[in-house]
């Protein structure tokens, strides 16, 4: 076969790539990202072996780029202008009835008893077996349900508790902080109406640091499973030990801003993790605390 030949077929082959995936575009965030960049070495390299003369080929490659682009923006801005950032309140968790303005779940925890009952009504029962087995890194925890108890002459709905210590129900008027927030967290990875996307401010408030570890840990599966994505922001170090650099899925940013009082963001990779003196492994909580990953005040 001839150079111009083997050069038409592949061609042929790009270019069938390229409408393949301008077919995809709207699948997800990532697959736009791949056509536009794509598209972009594409074209530029077209144009480096002389084979885009054809004005209509030019033209509609250019076409299907500037489309990808926009969809790109679009999206991505929309994204961001919509997502919801979580602070859980204790007053708001241990309150059932109080509403929010964005459902299922308020930013500060408003309708979690209306969530949790919706995730026990759910025929495959994985939802609340996955909040109980997140529930049990608390030693105490046994079981939850959402039950009826009267109050004068009515009814009132609650999530009561067991304590296998105990041997004794209560509810979540009673409950430590850390296992309303534990709820919360858990309630707001496993239900399916709940953004896809989401932040979470301070997530180690109320928490024990080796249950902060614990947390992440089950946080990323969690994720992983019910297919979530969620921006952490946290101030206990213990975090840090939750996560794994090794797994590209999950990401470390440490924020902080310089003498001008600009915000820096910086990305910590595999590569980034400090070794002590003697050439072992650091955790990421000890070494952040040395000053090695950045982000602590440098005036004090």
Not at 13 to 18: I, L, T, V
Not at 28 to 52: H, M, P, Y
Not at 151 to 177: H, K, L, M, P, Y
Request: proline content about 3%; hydrophobic content about 40%.
């Amino acid at each position: 076969m001839k150079t111009s030949e083997v050069q038409l077929e592949r061609l042929k082959e790009s270019y069938q790539r390229a409408k393949d995936l301008q077919k995809r575009l709207e699948e997800s965030f990532a697959t736009l990202q791949d056509a536009s960049v794509f598209l972009k070495k594409f074209i530029n390299g077209l144009k480096k072996i002389g084979l885009l003369s054809s004005d209509e080929l030019r033209e509609e490659l250019e076409s299907s780029l500037y489309a990808v682009e926009n969809i790109l923006v679009e999206y991505g801005n929309s994204s961001i202008e919509n997502i919801v950032i979580y602070s859980p309140e204790e007053t708001a968790l241990r309150n059932l009835y109080r509403e929010g303005q964005i459902e299922p779940l308020g930013i500060h925890g408003e309708g979690l008893l209306k969530l949790i009952k919706v995730l026990a009504n759910d025929e495959s029962g994985i939802p609340m077996e996955t909040i109980k087995e997140s529930l049990t890194a608390l030693g105490w925890f046994e079981d939850i349900e959402v039950s009826n108890s009267k109050v004068g002459f009515a009814e009132e709905e609650r999530i009561s508790i067991f304590d296998r210590f105990t041997r004794s129900w209560f509810d979540q008027r009673s409950a430590n902080e850390g296992f309303l927030f534990v709820l919360f967290y858990t309630a707001l990875m496993v239900s399916k109406d709940t953004p896809s996307i989401f932040a979470i401010d301070n997530m180690d408030a109320s928490l024990n640091p080796k249950l902060c570890t614990k947390i992440i840990t089950d946080m990323v599966k969690l994720a992983q499973q019910f297919d979530k994505q969620c921006f952490l922001t946290a101030h206990n170090p213990a975090v840090l030990d939750g996560i794994d650099l090794g797994d590209d899925e999950q990401r470390l940013f440490v924020v902080s801003r310089n003498r001008k009082g600009h915000t820096r963001v910086k990305r910590i990779g595999i590569e980034d993790k400090p070794f002590s003196a003697t050439g072992e492994d650091l955790k990421l909580s000890e070494a952040f605390l040395r000053g090695y990953l950045g982000g602590l005040p440098k005036n004090f």
